[in-house]
């Protein structure tokens, strides 16, 4: 009985994560994800995004905090850029605000 066993187990290949090649530069800006505005930071060479908070929130009182709603984290960040997570693509602020206002029915 010759049967050829072999006398170690091969290996299977490991997939290797993708490094870039460059030191991100992080901004902060606002992403429409999930019918959602989330405040984050995205890397202006390659679009990376990192740090999102999920929800805003601001002191409330004593030992409180009050949750900001769509329109009021888009007032309090007037000046970043909204990206859709999606495409990666900026939205135009107008239009995203006439959306937002039609939904909270103001």
């Given at each position: 009985m ?23 530069k ?25 740090n ?15 949750m ?19 495409t ?19």
């Open positions: 010759d049967i050829d066993i072999p006398q170690y187990k091969k290996k299977k290949s490991k997939k290797t994560i993708k490094k870039c090649k460059h030191k991100h992080y901004l902060p800006c606002l992403i429409y994800k999930w019918k959602n505005i989330m405040k984050a930071e995205r890397c202006s060479i390659c679009g990376k995004i990192n999102v908070h999920l929800f805003e929130t601001e002191p409330y009182k004593t030992h409180f905090n009050k900001l709603s769509q329109p009021e984290v888009l007032e309090k960040y007037i000046d970043f850029t909204i990206y859709d997570n999606e990666g693509n900026e939205i135009n602020r107008e239009l995203l605000d006439d959306y937002i206002n039609k939904k909270e029915g103001h």
